[in-house]
């Protein structure tokens, strides 16, 4: 799986958009970018996943750069509760083996008021 | 919504003894998955499961662990032999068998080893 990097830390303002960037120049023809979330010690909660166009959904946006090397998630609108770490994750989905996810240390996002 | 569930949510053990950590995959998924996480450490994966046969495992996954599907709705990781440096939270995970196979992830068993 394709090795991704993300910044450490980012702060956000409330009710401001959040953009977290990760960097995944290695990534294959045949690997997603999957963001997930985990609040404390909870289980990473799947947010959005894209192959190669924009997505959108109820909690965020990824954007996906035009050679895959770099996409960022956008939450439009965080909130306190948006207070978490964020992982970028690059993924083989089509597979016999159906590919485990590899975690790094992600961007700990903190949501001010 | 669809949840992947874990049971207990917490177990506390001696040192030697045998844990059984338990996990219910949403049920039209069918690959599982089991990872663990040592305090303030980065997620780790241990193994994954498919048609009934451990499709991958990691370097942590020694013959101390096992997995097993003993029905069509739980999936349960077993460690022979705690040791101290087992503590941690487990997740079980679970993926469809869709194009895109994404994972979700359960709430956790935090082990602690005494």
């Known amino acids: 799986d394709a090795k991704t990097t993300q910044p450490p830390s980012m702060d956000c303002a409330e009710g401001r958009a959040a953009n977290l960037p990760c960097n995944h120049s290695t990534i294959s023809g045949n690997e997603y970018v999957y963001w997930y979330r985990q609040i404390h010690s909870q289980g990473p909660q799947y947010i959005i996943h894209g192959l190669k166009n924009n997505e959108t959904n109820e909690m965020a946006s990824l954007i996906i750069t035009e050679d895959r090397k770099s996409s960022t998630l956008i939450l439009p609108h965080a909130t306190l509760r948006d207070t978490a770490v964020y992982y970028c994750i690059v993924r083989v989905a089509i597979s016999t083996n159906a590919g485990k996810s590899t975690f790094g240390d992600g961007t700990t996002l903190t949501v001010k008021p | 919504e669809p949840e992947v569930t874990q049971t207990p949510s917490h177990q506390v053990t001696q040192m030697g003894q045998e844990v059984i950590l338990r996990c219910v995959p949403i049920s039209n998924h069918l690959y599982f998955y089991w990872y663990r996480q040592i305090l303030g450490q980065k997620v780790e994966f241990l193994v994954s499961?498919?048609?009934?046969?451990?499709?991958?495992k990691s370097e942590i996954f020694d013959d101390q662990f096992s997995v097993e599907r003993p029905d069509g709705s739980n999936f349960t990781l077993k460690i022979r032999s705690t040791k101290l440096e087992d503590s941690a939270m487990y997740f079980c995970?679970?993926?469809?068998?869709?194009?895109?196979?994404?994972?979700?992830f359960g709430p956790g068993t935090r082990l602690t080893v005494l």
């Open positions: 499961f498919y048609n009934n046969e451990i499709s991958e």
């Open positions: 995970a679970s993926t469809e068998e869709t194009d895109t196979n994404t994972q979700y």
